[in-house]
T-cell receptor
Framework: GAGVSQSPRYKVAKRGQDVALRCDPI?????LFWYQQALGQGPEFLTY????????KSGLPSDRFFAERPEGSVSTLKIQRTQQEDSAVYLC?????????????FGSGTQLSVL | GQNIDQPTEMTATEGAIVQINCTYQ??????LFWYQQHAGEAPTFLSY????GLEEKGRFSSFLSRSKGYSYLLLKELQMKDSASYLC??????????FGRGTSLIVHP
């Protein structure tokens, strides 16, 4: 596609509900990152995929957070039993290769509000 | 781990020049990025430095000193549309970009 696409754009969940956030990276991009951005803060790293392999998940805040990229393209971030502190914008970014010295292309994010 | 520090907020006048600083501490270094983020939008790439010195791109320039753990973004001929958050991101030994908290720039007439 032309850019990184994320859906839904906005998600309201009741505390305790499970949510699934989708990211469609730029076609052919090897690397995919998930970040969490609280209001007025910079993006905080959650997890990193190179193709279908999840190479780093050190930023996932708890075992309620799970991410997958089964075919090396679309990725889903799942949050189980959502809590109010999970409210944030979840950003997905992709880059062409897997070296680290490349610019990231970001999606517009999913704004999650947990009530 | 990494520690990245940048000012929370800056204000400047339309037409002026502003310099946004970023200091960092990192284990290993594989480059420093600057991104621009307008409110409610995705961050977009501005510049990348991996060697010491100044990179110039139109109205925007970015400087890096690896020995000092220091970078700055210089914006010239400021326009109202430059009002945004500016994010400094460091790529360390893990090859994962780590972002600072961002500097909110307000440009007024």
């Amino acid at each position: 596609g032309a850019g990184v696409s994320q859906s839904p754009r906005y998600k309201v969940a009741k505390r305790g509900q499970d949510v699934a956030l989708r990211c469609d990276p730029i076609s052919g991009h090897v690397s995919l990152f998930w970040y969490q951005q609280a209001l007025g803060q910079g993006p905080e790293f959650l997890t990193y995929f190179q193709n279908e392999a999840q190479l780093d998940k050190s930023g996932l805040p708890s075992d309620r957070f799970f991410a997958e990229r089964p075919e090396g393209s679309v990725s889903t971030l799942k949050i189980q039993r959502t809590q109010q502190e999970d409210s944030a914008v979840y950003l997905c970014a992709s880059s062409q290769l897997g070296g680290g010295g490349e610019k990231l292309f970001f999606g517009s994010g999913t704004q999650l509000s947990v009530l | 781990g990494q520690n990245i520090d940048q000012p929370t907020e800056m204000t400047a006048t339309e037409g002026a020049i502003v310099q946004i600083n970023c200091t960092y501490q990192t284990s290993g270094f594989n480059g420093l990025f600057w991104y621009q983020q307008h409110a409610g939008e995705a961050p977009t790439f501005l510049s990348y430095n991996v060697l010491d010195g100044l990179e110039e791109k139109g109205r925007f320039s970015s400087f890096l000193s690896r020995s000092k753990g220091y970078s700055y973004l210089l914006l010239k001929e400021l326009q109202m549309k430059d009002s945004a958050s500016y994010l400094c991101a460091v790529v360390g030994g893990s090859y994962i970009p780590t972002f600072g908290r961002g500097t909110s720039l307000i440009v007024h007439p």
